[in-house]
């Protein structure tokens, strides 16, 4: 929740009225463009941090540097496999990491 003009108001129904509610085509597409602008922000991060050019990434992975340029823009997701492979390419791992359950 934020405040706007000392009014509190709850995202999920801003998102609702803005682009629609969840499971509506509308918000699908949202959600997949948000979801493709914070890959391309992690990915691009990744990649500055381990101080390796477009260019570079894209040769290690046999690729392009559009498509890395693309994907960091947000305009592509990369398959899991791709994804994993980025990743790997930049001197690094993903963990997936169960959440500690409360009693």
């Known amino acids: 929740m934020h405040t706007k003009e000392n009014l509190l108001t709850n995202i999920s129904e801003e998102l609702d009225l803005e682009f629609g509610k969840p499971g509506s085509k509308e918000r699908e597409k949202f ?9 391309g922000q992690l990915l691009s991060e990744a990649r500055k941090e381990a101080k390796v050019t477009q ?3 894209a040769k290690r992975l046999n690729s ?20 994993y492979n980025i990743i790997s390419a930049l001197g690094m791992r993903i963990e997936i990491v169960k959440p500690i359950l409360s009693v």
């Open 64 to 83: 392009t540097r559009s498509y890395i340029s693309r994907v960091e823009n947000g305009e592509i997701i990369p398959s899991a496999a791709r994804f």
């Open 31 to 39: 959600d997949e463009e948000a979801y493709a602008f914070y890959t």
């Open 55 to 57: 260019s570079e990434l």
